[in-house]
């Protein structure tokens, strides 16, 4: 089946602790992005993957950092979370083909 | 950059009834219109999504108009059902450059059975 897959799907964790959220395509799609999703902001795109080791930043790119060392994987590192992270995260992907970006079930992240 | 704004943010019909969202953009650049449905605990899921060289389109019980002239765009949904109840979004994108999808603020759609 051919989906986009995120882990965890429920993270609590506390300021300054570092982490990582994992995301992974089987479509072999070369684009790869992360959005953050809050109340009344719709979703804003946080760091893009346009292909391996190619990475830029999106709207909201402060506080994350992101590495694509293989087509299917791009994973979400905060190194040092504040609370101000506390969001819904969602994965997505496409082909440089087309438009349709598929995302992924979504990791929501509090952060004390 | 591109900035869209979506209308209403909650609406609540019967079912038989038809919804009709509303969404704004700013960068006539852009030339590419979807609407996402996102179901509680999910992601997003493309519904819909309409091109800028085409003013109408249409799914079953699902219809996007866009007016490039007035930068709006519209999704309608005739004969709504419970299940169409769900969280709804538009975006646009001029397909350049980074590709990104610039979301409207959602839309709460409720349906009444």
């Known amino acids: 089946e051919a989906q986009v897959t995120q882990n965890p799907r429920y993270l609590i964790t506390v300021t300054g602790k570092k982490l990582t959220v994992t995301c992974s395509q089987n479509?072999?799609?070369?684009?790869m992005s992360w959005y953050r999703q809050d109340p009344g902001l719709g979703l804003r795109q946080i760091y893009y993957?346009?292909?391996?080791?190619?990475?830029d930043k999106g709207d909201v790119p402060e506080g994350y950092k992101v590495s694509r060392k293989e087509k299917r994987n791009f994973p979400l590192i905060l190194e040092s979370p504040s609370p101000n992270q506390t969001s819904l995260y969602f994965c997505?992907?496409?082909?440089?083909?087309?438009?349709?970006?598929?995302f992924g079930p979504g990791t929501r992240l509090t952060v004390l | 950059g591109e900035n869209v704004e979506q209308h209403p943010s909650t609406l609540s019909v019967q079912e038989g009834d038809s919804a009709v969202i509303k969404c704004t953009y700013s960068?006539?650049?852009?030339?590419?219109f979807p609407w996402y449905k996102q179901e509680l605990g999910k992601g997003p899921q493309l519904i819909i999504d309409?091109?800028?060289?085409?003013g109408e389109k249409k799914d079953q019980r699902i219809a996007v108009t866009l007016n490039k002239t007035a930068k709006h765009f519209s999704l309608h949904i005739t004969e709504t059902q419970p299940e169409d109840s769900a969280v709804y979004f538009c975006?646009?994108?001029?397909?350049?450059?980074?590709?990104?999808?610039?979301f409207g603020s959602g839309t709460r759609l409720q349906v009444q059975p």
């Open positions: 479509m072999n799609h070369e684009y």
């Open positions: 997505a992907s496409k082909s440089l083909d087309t438009d349709t970006q598929y």
């Open positions: 960068d006539s650049a852009s030339n590419y």
């Open positions: 975006a646009a994108s001029s397909g350049a450059g980074r590709r990104a999808l610039t």
């Open positions: 309409i091109r800028s060289n085409v």
């Open positions: 993957s346009m292909n391996v080791e190619v990475t």
